[in-house]
């Protein structure tokens, strides 16, 4: 299929630096608010959020039977909710409007800045409203590293792990847009070397490098979406930071999995990037070996290309980049964890966000998360100011980064931040 707004030659007559992540190719959605808005929808160009509401309200979208009110919601899933060919279309008009050739909106000058508001003056907010979150596990690097340092080397996977796309239900409400800080949780732990659990702020607190997709259709109790189908139902992808304390979680896991080690924060980028702005940057996925079971193959080149970097900040100092991973490195497809997680029968709403797991390359710098890049704390990491990390301290700020590179057009999904304060 081809979609219009993705032509690489299109120019646009706003100026949008070369190391952009927002050039006419990319045109992500969004919600922001300021000193005169509450909260209206917007898509970004350049340095420049654009008002959707009021692009709207002044005879822009007239044509695309949008109703003017859904840009002036608290989230995005009343306008996401009107399916794929109508925000296709409004991506379509967008990049129609901001073509070089086009006049309509740049000779108005009158309505520019009501149209167009740099995004330094503005605050991003969280773009949907998430009903259920699931959070995968399906790094194949990530799994054996993880598997390795826990188990051993020869049992690194578990014997479902090459036949399922692992996942658990993650806690929805501790969502968080970039820029939110948290504080470091509280749990009991239990060192190796203790016989009796304590209880504290945790001591091993760990990011981990993720994306997640939002889903864009919802289907009804008792449905499953197939491979083949699950891009109608994928509205586009964000950055997402899903934190983990590392200690809490060792003494917790067994037997349910997860829980107060994952449910206290989890932090996502505030611009959603359309599964459609990146069809040009799929590529080829694992070899999946053994085969997968037939309600889990697929055809085509269904990975994506993603540069992901995290970057941790002292405070008062500058930042260190400290892994340069790629969502490419996935082994199971978002298309393959939508199938498997529809599959008994569960329904999907819109604004559900599916977590990645933690996206970890072969290479020791590809890991994408502390656990791995200190070797479970075994190999502290210097940074750019002298001081050394084996985890997450108080007072870091934690930055992820992504973006897609192919030799016409680069696009990004902006940062992925937050700043850890001490426990409560």
Request: proline fraction near 6%.
């Amino acid at each position: 299929m081809i979609i219009k707004a993705n032509n690489p030659t299109l120019k646009s007559w706003i100026d949008v630096d070369v190391n952009s992540d927002f050039p006419i190719q990319n045109l992500p959605f969004g919600v922001y608010s300021d000193t005169h808005t509450k909260h209206h929808a917007c898509s970004a160009i350049g340095s420049y959020a654009i008002d959707l509401y009021e692009l709207a309200n002044h005879g822009f979208l007239s044509n695309l039977n949008i109703p003017t009110e859904v840009f002036n919601n608290a989230y995005l899933n009343d306008f996401i909710e009107l399916g794929k060919e109508t925000t296709r279309a409004l991506r379509d008009r967008l990049s129609d409007l901001l073509d070089s050739n086009n006049k309509e909106l740049q000779d108005n000058k009158a309505v520019f800045n009501k149209i167009f508001k740099p995004q330094s003056g503005i605050n991003l907010l969280l773009p949907v409203k998430v009903g259920d979150y699931t959070d995968f596990y399906s790094s194949i690097d990530h799994a054996t590293n993880i598997g390795t340092m826990i188990r051993d080397p020869k049992n690194a996977l578990m014997p479902n792990w090459k036949y399922i796309p692992v996942g658990y239900h993650g806690r929805a409400s501790s969502i968080t847009v970039s820029g939110t800080p948290l504080h470091r949780p509280k749990g009991q732990m239990k060192p190796a070397d203790a016989e009796v659990p304590t209880f504290g702020p945790c001591k091993l607190l760990d990011f981990e490098l993720e994306t997640a997709y939002i889903i864009g259709k919802s289907t009804k109790l008792g449905e499953s979406v197939s491979t083949e189908k699950a891009d109608d139902y994928i509205f586009g992808m964000v950055l997402f930071n899903d934190w983990s304390a590392r200690d809490i979680q060792t003494w917790e896991y067994v037997p349910l999995g997860p829980f107060l080690s994952k449910n206290f924060a989890s932090t996502i980028s505030p611009w959603i990037v359309t599964l459609d702005a990146l069809e040009p940057y799929r590529t080829r996925g694992y070899e999946q070996e053994p085969k997968v079971f037939p309600y889990l193959e697929y055809t085509g080149d269904k990975n994506v290309d993603i540069k992901l970097e995290v970057a941790i900040q002292p405070e008062n100092s500058t930042e260190t980049v400290i892994c340069n991973s790629n969502y490419k490195y996935m082994y199971w497809t978002m298309e393959q964890q939508l199938a498997h997680h529809t599959v008994n029968g569960c329904n999907v709403n819109v604004g559900d966000m599916m977590g990645s797991g933690t996206i970890s390359g072969p290479q020791p710098h590809e890991y994408g998360s502390m656990m791995e890049l200190s070797w479970k704390g075994t190999k502290p990491l210097t940074l750019n100011d002298g001081s050394e990390r084996k985890f997450i301290n108080d007072n870091d700020t934690v930055i992820m980064r992504g973006y897609c590179q192919n030799d016409k057009v680069r696009i990004g999904f902006g940062e992925c931040k937050a700043k850890v304060l001490p426990a409560n």
